[in-house]
């Protein structure tokens, strides 16, 4: 990967390409293309109206829309106001928007024309936001669209707010076990403190140029999306953004563009290869594909090496570790299988990680335990959540991901459960206790408990076990449409079963592990 030294936060980003390639193209979204010294223009005149609308340093600013190149002008011109931008899953329901808006204490909101209509209808219930603007080609109504309402400043006068190393730049949402979702502060040291020790690693799958075209196809909301893009625009790489996640879209860009480095969920990868059009794609350009949220099946590895003909890299990482802490290599993925295929990898260069028990003590390989993880990439910590970001970073620095699972004897991380209840789906981290809270409304449900069990689709499927009330006539299907209603689709169970009891101990604490066992039966791991 390529090293600025004189780039200190994430604002001098688009202010060292402005210099060193104005004219290079950076951004690619349909047929509209930004160069890099249109961008560093527009980011400047971003920050300038930040400013006029009366938003000082560290203050938040979110966004609501899908991948658009517009994206990463506000994320400089953020950076260059000193201001955090607060980017929020569109895939949310209201109440969970207005949530994240109203504890980010949100001054302004940029909608996507997408949302427009829906943020119409509830942003009355917004505590903190004053003002909305439309991230589209127009406003709507007296909301003024994004190109109209900094087109008065200039664009030559950047206020250089951006502050120091260790300031908050983006505060990404993730849920907790609580259901309440903790706001994740990233700083720029989050993003560029490891860069020149990856540079000096000089792995190939780690080392973008500005020749490199990059595919941006998952959500920027997630880690996932926006920590593999700033990957490509850090090197001055050209970013091709897909919008909607649509195969034949996907595939059809990597052959026009002739994308060389891309980052997907292994469940993207399933649905490339089901569609028609994967057969007659040219994927020659392709040097890499950087896949996580879960281990890819060993099947589908097979067929993605051999339809695709490049690199795979498996990354695991985290919001609170701004993204990957370690990496399986290409040379470690066999199509005959090894035991390395069953790991997340190795640190990458700058992080280390340990395993610990119950007691905090470091535990010998083959052990199992949590997993923690050190490095400079290691968030700031939770917003306004100074308990929880104890329980979660210790005095030396030390991070505990919540992933039980163990080293071996080269540093290789195999995980085997997940200490907390988080079900991971398509990508998607979905916690359980906030499902129940929203089942729990059900006029016919006495107990219920959510829980993750295999899915060949998505990895992991949500399933509610339910004990019903006496007399109740409720179905699965009536229990499911309920849950529509209050939160997000993704985190609707896809079924139902109904027991007469849950397991619970003496105190009443529901043991969900003897919920789970007999859907992970036969199985030597308990993610998928």
């Known amino acids: 990967m390529a090293y600025y030294p004189e780039v200190k936060t994430l604002a001098d980003v688009a202010r060292h390409h402005a210099r060193e390639r104005p004219d290079s193209v950076a951004l690619v979204e349909g047929e509209k293309q930004i160069a890099y010294g249109e961008l560093d223009r527009a980011s400047t005149a971003c920050a300038a109206a930040l400013i006029a609308e009366g938003v000082k340093p560290q203050g938040r600013v979110a966004v609501l829309d899908k991948n658009a190149a517009d994206y990463f002008t506000l994320l400089f011109g953020a950076a260059k106001a000193g201001a955090v931008l607060v980017p929020v899953n569109w895939r949310l329901a209201a109440p969970e928007i207005t949530f994240i808006l109203d504890d980010a204490e949100a001054e302004v909101l940029f909608v996507g024309p997408d949302f427009v209509p829906a943020v119409r209808y509830f942003h009355g219930e917004f505590k903190t936001v004053r003002k909305i603007v ?59 403190g490891n860069v020149p020790l990856r540079e000096a690693a000089a792995e190939d799958w780690a080392t973008w140029t500005p020749d490199d075209v990059a595919q941006v196809a998952m959500p920027l909301f997630h880690i996932g999306g926006t920590g593999s893009a700033f990957l490509g625009i850090y090197a001055g790489a050209k970013l091709v953004i897909t919008r909607d996640f649509d195969p034949a879209l996907v595939l059809r860009q990597i052959e026009e563009h002739r994308i060389a480095k891309v980052f997907y969920v292994p469940a993207v990868l399933m649905f490339l290869l089901q569609h028609p059009a994967c057969q007659t794609t040219d994927f020659s350009s392709l040097k890499f594909i950087l896949y996580g949220a879960s281990p890819i099946p060993l099947d589908l590895l097979r067929k ?35 035991e390395r295929m069953r790991s997340a990898g190795k640190p990458q260069v700058g992080v280390e990680v340990k395993v610990i028990d119950a007691e905090g003590n470091t535990l010998p390989p083959r052990q199992v335990g949590e997993i923690c993880t050190r490095s400079r990439a290691v968030m700031a910590g939770y917003w306004k959540r100074d308990d929880a970001t104890a329980k979660t970073i210790d005095a030396d620095g030390w991070l505990r991901t919540g ?61 509610a076990v339910v004990v019903a009330k006496p007399d109740s006539r409720a179905t699965a299907d009536e229990i499911i449409a309920f849950a529509r209603t209050r939160i997000a689709g993704y985190k609707v169970p896809r079924s139902v079963d109904f027991v007469e009891h849950l397991p619970r101990n003496a105190s009443g604490k529901l043991l969900k592990r003897e919920l789970r066992d007999p859907y992970w039966a036969g199985r030597d791991r308990r993610v998928n």
């Open 304 to 338: 993605s090496l051999a339809v695709f003909k490049c690199g795979f890299v498996q990354v695991y990482g985290m919001t609170e570790t701004t993204g990957l802490c370690t990496y399986l290599p290409a040379e470690d993925h066999d199509p005959a299988g090894n």
């Open 134 to 192: 439309v991230m589209g080609p127009a406003g709507d109504g007296d909301w003024p669209s994004f190109a109209d309402w900094i087109a008065p400043f200039d664009t030559a006068a950047d206020p250089k707010l951006d502050g120091g190393e260790k300031d908050t730049v983006l505060q990404m949402y993730t849920s907790g076990t609580t259901g309440n979702p903790k706001g994740v502060m990233l700083s720029h040291w989050n993003f560029l």
């Open 403 to 463: 992933d039980a699972g163990y080293l071996d004897e080269d540093g290789y991380v195999y995980i085997y459960d997940r200490v907390k209840d988080m079900i991971v789906s398509g990508g998607e981290n979905i916690y359980p206790a906030e499902i129940e809270s929203a089942l729990f409304g059900h006029p016919d449900i006495a107990d219920v408990a959510v829980i993750g069990v295999p899915d060949d689709k998505w990895g992991e499927a949500v399933k």
